[in-house]
């Protein structure tokens, strides 16, 4: 009778694991890297997105091959599901499939000054009611205004509507199911749009008042 596995990506701010569990529950292996922090500025964390993307990969494989070892085959893994670092952003070329930035980490202080002109902006104080979030510079929507104020390949990717954004599941979720090549799918989850200030708490649904 063929076992049923469940993997699990665990792609955090650190480190990526990919574990494989049983129908009960019980750890059956695993695999876990370290990874790269990159400071370019005071206050900046930076990661690269094809080493997160490595990274999973790299797990997986060697999961897999444990796996193996122990008598088990990767056809045995029925699903597998994604955790990872929620406000972490990532800018994408929706025609080349490239990274147009480094992923800004969630914990990176770039935007203090983009928190403090968006707090003053008409409007703002209902924001909260919207998507339940503070502006503060942890939140991704933040980044992205950043990133469309002073990175002009970003923007550019904007006006001409090849812009991909999306937090680290995205981004995983769209290379892991084809990419550029095989069309990979663009999407997220509400457990982390909700991470993002654009969605509507209440409706599960991304709110145009917000990314106004």
Known sequence: MTKKLVGSIDQGTTSTRFVIFDEQGSLITFHQIELEQHYPQPGWIEHDPFELLDSVNICIEHAVRKLGLMGYSAKDIQSVGLTNQRETLITWDRLTGEPLYPAIVWSDARTIETVEQLSKKEGADILQSICGLPITTYFSAVKLRWLLDNIPIVSQAQQQNRLCVGTV??????????????????????TNASRTMLMNIKTLEWSQEAIK
């Open 169 to 190: 599941d995205a981004w995983l979720i769209y290379n892991l199911t084809g990419g550029i090549e095989n069309n990979g799918a663009f999407v997220t989850d509400v």
